[in-house]
């Protein structure tokens, strides 16, 4: 492992993520996510290497999970501790948070000795980043009256919009896969939507990849049946990108034809955009007849795409008949998770602990996003602990 | 940040808190109380300069929340982690705790490498602080038979009688926004019913405040509209601490009349002590129908001060129609947590970062009574710790 | 506390815990539990002399409660919290954990940083043991595959065969109470079925007691009804270590003739075999009613066996009238706990502090499996931090 290499690269970036929340990627220069991507790298090594990267004697990293997870909260946690943080959960179900009132005073309440808050907020549309960024105004306005005495970052760990930890995890897998960022130039990247026997998948996951994988002059083929699309501004974010970095973007409506010579498959399910926009209103107005109808119409809709799975033909489409699968996990395995979903189990079980590789690289984003916020010169603080740092585990 | 004074200040100090649990304020020397004050204001100074106050490289804060709380929990947690020490969080959901076996027993095996427990038990009037003193002669049991390598320290997080950890971050607020304790003397501060559609409130928080600032030479002034009164033998106890100090304890059953020329308000709603009495006794029976028909009764009790809002033009009675307003929060807000309130919306807004501020204050008093607790000589180890200590972050 | 003695006696013992799960403690040599009790034993007087055992920077430590605990969960933090270790709980309930292909992933995923997993499973017969293989199992190939730096320990924290941080805390509590694991050799300890107005409760204390006992020369007695029997293959397991060992094991099914002589005395209740057997098959096929029915008939059976409470009746049949009660806790207490449990009130008072020092071994075992997982010469660390390691508290 070439630490001096890599925290040379990292000290030449000009990347502006000093105290700054991490909401949405495509919000980020280039630099920033080239830091974000080096700074993981190095604490992995670090670990590797059992040398400690821990930055804080003490501190709180406070975790807000308005929806399920696992995976994303081992996450978070794992990259809390590795800097020195503990984690405190903190429990919506008793606090009336949704009130606009409250994010303001909760925010301020949980932060007095946090240097973190890491937000999950994907269920509604149009609701989860703008919540994040009223606990930000909130967080500011604390700082800013001395009632904080560090301002908390914000790391946005799923909203309606973006899902910035999973994707750029995604893409340090692809850098390692591929050997670098350079050779993922003119690769073939394949965002597919796939049959699910659930309905209301968040969309942030196929946003959060094309609107990042379009920046690294990749070829995005972004395929589902008609009228499964995404939120407008972010696809054409995502072709703005694709323009500038010298890749593309391309709508597909055929898998079969999407799938044709991919370096990399990605098939997951999700929710259309015209469903999103109304399950999000029924959802305001408690309509719960409203949304057992348009459940059902949702789900008879998707069952009319069940062909839309991942299969051993798809897969000898790809370029040599063998494209990198991606995703995030859990995937719907057809016989394993469910009768039949986004992925045969065949093709699955082949790249399985390819996708656990790829959701490894989660805690060290996070951490990376963390160790980005603190320090004005990461490389520098990096530099430090390489060269004088305490051992992880050991006396 | 002058450490030098103020650790010479804590250090002549004759307080006795070496080793002891903080169950109430009034059980406490003034010492003590200064003691507690000062080295809250130590630890957030160094926090604040970078230094770590972390004195336990290993250690259990065990929490007993047998109440919601979102403010009180953090703060415990703030603490714990500032300190060095683990939160782990007794879940009493499945334990049979309200036996008096089980107390015993629980209060042991939750203690073997245990160094606090933060307890929060504030419904059944005369149950709460009884409780944590059948867990306190559980654990001095349990030390002296040798069970426990420490005797774990007791900290009131609520109870049926004071909230310590309020009422001393009310103080201390107090004391910054005065400049001193000394300023403090001859103040006019009203602690003041006030109301709110919701009811059972505990009375800790006005019995804490009154038994508190009474102490410190302060003319209080306890409002509440005929009936809703305290428990008498704290009335008492506020009373006498009057007498001693020079300041003086005065009941008024008039919110406009209280308010005259006041220096500090702090209007909050409270249950009446005759109501709370028998709420308990039909809590104990399992009345849900007595329990419905006293809820009923008290609702409409109460509706008949829904007057006793502070507005602006109560403000406009006190003293430059400008007295700092004060809330433990969160506070029930005209218009905007509930149609009509504790407080005007304006008014709130007007003061709401100084409720912020003073909300701020306690995780360091939490941390200074575990401080307190485990040193016989504090002043030394802060000291210490500010000459020699480590960076809170950074490396 | 003679420590270069210990550290000297365990550097001496050829034991293989290195790397190595802890699932059962029939699978290891008497030199394993030799090393567990004395690095145990270490642990707990060095954090009596306020030296810090802390080997870890960072790290995580998962525990996956599958049943209700207080006492096995704060011993596991405790534990993990000693050695520097955070406790990350998995909470299955929003997990499909219990398919085959999710273990194998979910237990990656808990993993990317963690150092050891702790599971209790003790509901269901045949699956407890069987599920901690199958976590272990994809460990392997997680840490074969490069998914994770660093392969976590397993803890077996119960399951439906043994329990093995129990039964090592006991052993060495009585290595305390007689002195020396020598002196145990020739003692008689009575394992005895007693009365619960519960049922239902696990065989694995017993399993793990007789499993234990039988391999240092003590005298094995295990007493329960007719038809209370344990795990067959358990029950032979014990049988040949007890020949090993020139102990024993004797069958018997009248509670006071097996309390005659008796130097220890362990009566707990559990569920037989045969009705274990019954129960997982219908709980496996969700059969309400059977299990209603089984559940009628069970107890309709213990209570016919009413009379098998320890008493200080049974008492002044063993040896002097005063052998050393032992319960792993919470135990049905006759008019305190239930109307007629497992033992009496006074003999059960008479013996309460010992069960609470016997249950504060725990902390340390589990320390113990986790220091000897980690460090393939683990009396070389521990030499290294008496010498010069930290306090635990104090600057």
Redesign the interface.
């Known amino acids: 492992m070439d630490f001096g290499q890599k925290t040379e690269f990292l000290s030449n970036l000009k990347s502006d993520l000093y105290q700054k929340d991490f909401l949405l990627t495509w919000e980020k220069s280039n630099d920033d996510l080239l830091a974000i991507l080096e700074i993981a790298d190095i604490l992995k090594d670090m670990?590797?290497a059992n040398i400690?990267p821990?930055?804080?004697?003490?501190?709180?990293a406070?975790s807000v999970f308005r929806d399920?997870s696992?995976?994303t909260r081992?996450?978070f946690?794992?990259a809390a501790?590795?800097?020195?943080l503990?984690?405190?959960d903190?429990d919506e179900q008793?606090?009336?948070i949704a009130?606009g009132?409250?994010v303001r005073?909760?925010a301020?309440?949980?932060s007095?000795?946090?240097?973190f808050i890491g937000i999950r907020d994907d269920i509604f549309l149009g609701e989860g980043n703008k919540y994040m960024r009223e606990v930000s105004f909130a967080l500011d306005?604390?700082f800013n009256?001395?009632?904080?005495?560090v301002r908390p970052g914000i790391v946005n760990l799923q909203c309606d919009q973006d899902h910035p930890t999973q994707s750029l995890s995604d893409l340090l897998h692809l850098k390692h896969e591929f050997g670098s960022l350079e050779a993922l130039k003119g690769k073939k990247i394949v965002m597919s939507w796939a049959y699910s026997p659930s309905y209301g998948k968040p969309m942030s996951v196929p946003q959060g990849i094309i609107a990042l994988m379009t920046r690294f002059g990749m070829q995005v083929e972004l395929a589902y049946p008609e009228g499964y699309s995404l939120i407008p501004e972010v696809v054409e974010t995502a072709r703005a990108f694709a323009i500038q970095s010298g890749g593309s973007l391309n709508i597909n409506h055929s898998m079969d034809d999407a799938m044709k010579d991919a370096d990399i498959v990605y098939p997951k399910s999700w929710a259309p955009y015209h469903i999103m926009v109304q399950r999000t209103e029924l959802l305001k107005n408690k309509d719960t007849q409203g949304l057992a109808e348009l459940e059902k119409q949702a789900l008879e809709n998707n069952a009319r795409f069940s062909n839309w799975e991942y299969t051993d033909k798809q897969e000898k489409l790809t370029k040599h008949g063998n494209a990198l699968y991606m995703h995030c996990?859990?995937a719907d395995?057809s016989g394993?998770?469910c009768a039949k979903g986004e992925v045969e189990a065949g093709v699955f079980e082949k790249f399985?602990?390819k996708t656990?590789?790829e959701?490894?690289f989660?805690?060290y984003i996070i951490a990376a996003m963390m160790f980005a916020n603190?320090?004005k010169d990461p490389a520098d603080?990096l530099k430090?602990?390489i060269t004088g740092?305490?051992?992880?585990?050991?006396?």
């Open positions: 670990r590797q400690s821990r930055v804080y004697d003490s501190g709180l406070v399920n696992t995976r081992f996450s946690a794992s501790n590795l800097l020195g503990a984690v405190q903190m008793k606090s009336q009130h009132e409250t005073e909760t301020n309440m949980i007095f000795l946090s240097d306005e604390g009256a001395g009632v904080l005495p996990l859990p395995i394993i998770s399985r602990l656990y590789l959701a490894g989660k805690p603190k320090f603080v430090n602990m740092g305490s051992k992880r585990v050991g006396f």
